[in-house]
């Protein structure tokens, strides 16, 4: 109820489509003993092909308007899929955005800054600026002198942390996802047990998290690291679970076992895909079309084929695999998949 209050923008078509993958099904549980299912939020907007971000802005944006701001200031990588998101948002709420784009990832592929996300950002408009900072998922200090530059020409900055994560408002847009999971569910009579979902700034994971624990209904949520850093990643995003915990219900508490994030797929770096990543996407793509990026959905593809094949995601399991976008980048990682 208390979620129903806070303030958002509509920037979503609806609920997000959620689709049976019938021919990785049978890839990966042969038997046919565990159902893999997609809550498809790569495909949840018009903005800019949306993704995740574009979920958790609505309650950013509606923010940000609310106090009076004209410029949103966010951080990424040069193919970041949030700062794209941020630029989206931004011009189709008549506002400006300004994003710094760091040198998340250590690698330069042919027209990594130039094709991409980073087109997209720059043909919307956004006022795009790179620097050479390496990954984490902290507060940035060149973010705040692009708030410092947006101020002192007249502007009124809005700063939205990387990923749109490490806000006070940061994790209610995936607790509404597990609120419009449960109405879907309703409809389609089916109940998904486990959700499987990439994890980096974490506040998707963290409102996954906090939605089925006030639900109450033993849905598991397992969190695929691909930072890289996932002890940093894990405390986030139990950070996050419980001050949104905390701000929609003071009784509602989020146990230590709800956080359950599995650290066996980033292949050791942030933003390079590795041998498991690469096979992953290849299965999705060539059984059922699905379509998934080296840097995050790609890791958690992997995770998820994992742990069905390994029983983990136990026989007789409806899985739910979210997917959080970030197909953009493909473009940019041309050269990993030439054969
Ligand atoms: N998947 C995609 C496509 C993303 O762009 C991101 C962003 O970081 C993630 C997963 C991870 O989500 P979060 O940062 O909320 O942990």
Redesign the pocket.
């Known amino acids: 109820k208390k979620l129903r209050s806070i303030p958002k923008q509509t920037f979503l078509f609806g609920p997000s489509p959620i689709q049976f993958l019938p021919r990785l099904s049978k890839e990966v549980s042969p038997a046919g003993d565990v159902k893999i299912w997609a809550k498809r939020d790569d495909c949840n907007s018009g903005l800019a092909y949306g ?3 574009v979920r958790k802005l609505e309650f950013l944006v509606a923010d940000a308007i609310s106090k009076g701001c004209d410029t949103l200031v966010s951080v990424g990588g040069v193919q970041s ?2 700062t794209r998101a941020v630029t989206a948002v931004a011009t189709a709420s008549g506002l400006k955005a300004v994003t710094v784009q760091e040198k998340w990832v250590p690698i330069d592929p042919p027209l990594y800054d130039k094709t991409g996300n980073i087109l997209l950002s720059r043909l919307m408009g956004g006022d795009v600026r790179l620097n050479n900072e390496p990954f984490h998922i902290g507060h940035k200090t060149a973010t705040k002198q692009a708030m410092d530059d947006v101020a002192q020409k007249g502007g009124k900055p809005y700063y939205v942390p990387a ?1 749109a ?1 490490d806000h006070e408002l940061g994790g209610l847009g995936f607790t509404n996802f597990v609120v419009e999971l449960a109405e879907q569910e309703n409809q389609l009579g089916v109940f998904f047990d486990t959700l499987v979902v ?8 963290a409102g996954l998290i906090v939605g089925a624990v006030a639900e109450g209904k033993g849905r598991k949520v397992i969190g695929i690291d691909a930072s890289a850093k996932p002890a940093e990643t894990k405390e986030q995003v139990t950070r996050i679970a419980r001050a949104t915990a905390a701000l929609l219900d003071p009784e509602l508490k989020i146990p230590d076992e709800a956080v359950v994030l599995d650290e066996r797929f980033h292949e050791g770096i942030y933003g390079i895909p590795g041998p498991t990543t690469s096979e992953a996407m290849k299965l999705a793509a060539r059984t059922d079309a699905l379509i998934t ?1 080296p840097v ?2 790609g890791k958690s593809m992997a995770g998820m084929v994992q742990l069905i094949k390994e029983g983990s995601i136990a026989a007789g399991s409806n899985v739910l695999y979210v997917h ?3 197909q953009p980048a493909l473009n940019a990682y041309s050269s990993y998949f030439e054969e």
């Open positions: 993704g995740n971000k899929n949030h990923g994560s990439c994890s980096v700034t974490g506040s998707s994971h990026d995050y959905e959080l976008g970030g």
